[in-house]
């Protein structure tokens, strides 16, 4: 089995009965207590895949999540969120006597169908975020989230009625809401890291930009600017968003207008012959581009300074 995967777990009765706990009291949404996890070493090698939603609360694990290439180690209390058909893979450490403490909320898409969430959820970035790009909770926001996950777990343990439903999605949709407000409080408070992030964008745009080899490497793209620096492209946008007001795209966009007015001025190159050495390979998008960022034609910015 160590050589298979990922292992997809389709609902999540099948993900009690993996981790040797108890049937769920209700099948689409469950509350567990990481402490409660019996021991699975088979399945400890594997990546995973989950048809569900889970948002957790972790601290204590002798364990590494990791996605890609990714490793977070759950020393500190964080809280991540796996959207349905994500992978990602659980390495055991060995000889570690901490002890896992946590609890982690599994929601079905089928619980959702039919009602608003099912259509917001999806604005949620955070769920498309990396694990090394996890939620660092105080200790008054991890009470706050605490609280909610109580109340929730509280509604399906009572008697299921019509109103059940109702009430656990609200929950849910609150937890969501506290969860997006405390990545935005992180955004702005870990400024270290965060900065440093900027400076290397910064850093990256630059040499892009300065290259003598723009024709062949093209406009750079969110996705190759993420990778470059370690970062989902959510995350990014996010953070960009939060500190500067733009997003990756627009940053991508303002370097390359910067260059574009430096060659429209600097040199007697034609429009089409700036368009492909910065990386166009339609000179019509160029021009598009220039006009929406500048409100000025290419031409008609070079004729402002003859």
């Not at 796996?82 to 990602?88: A, D, H, I, R, W």
């Amino acid at each position: 089995m160590a050589n298979k995967g990922p292992y997809r777990v389709k609902t999540i009765t099948e993900f009690h009965r993996l981790k040797g706990l108890p049937k769920p009291e209700h099948p689409l949404v469950s509350v567990v207590d990481f402490g409660s996890f019996n021991p699975l070493p088979e399945y400890h090698s594997l990546s995973w895949v989950l048809d569900f939603y889970s948002i957790s609360l972790k601290r204590g694990f002798s364990a590494q999540i990791k996605y890609g290439q990714q490793k977070y180690d759950f020393d500190e209390g964080v809280m991540f969120f796996l959207s349905p058909g994500q992978v990602f893979r659980i390495e055991e450490e060995q000889h570690s006597g901490s002890k896992p403490s946590g609890w982690m909320l599994n929601v079905h898409p089928d619980f959702l169908w039919n009602t608003p969430l099912a259509r917001t959820i999806k604005r949620y970035e955070y769920f498309g975020y990396s694990v090394n790009e996890a939620l660092f909770l105080s200790e008054k926001e991890e009470a706050t989230i605490l609280n909610i996950i109580q109340n929730i777990q509280q509604e399906y343990h009572a008697n299921i009625d019509k109103f059940s439903q109702d009430i656990i999605i609200a929950q849910i949709e609150l937890l969501l809401t506290y969860s997006e407000r405390f990545y935005q409080r992180q955004f702005i408070t870990r400024k270290i890291a965060n900065h440093a992030i900027l400076d290397r964008l910064e850093e990256l745009l630059a040499d892009h930009f300065n290259s003598d080899d723009l024709v062949n490497r093209g406009v750079p793209t969110v996705q190759s600017i993420a990778e470059a620096l370690n970062v989902s492209p959510n995350y990014l946008s996010g953070l960009l968003k939060v500190l500067t007001g733009q997003s990756t795209q627009g940053h991508i966009h303002e370097k390359l207008i910067e260059k574009a007015k430096e060659k429209l001025s600097t040199t007697d190159l034609s429009v089409t012959e700036i368009a492909y050495e910065l990386g166009f390979e339609h000179p019509q998008s160029f021009s598009k581009l220039f006009k929406t960022k500048t409100n000025l034609s290419p031409s008609e910015f070079r004729q402002s300074f003859n």
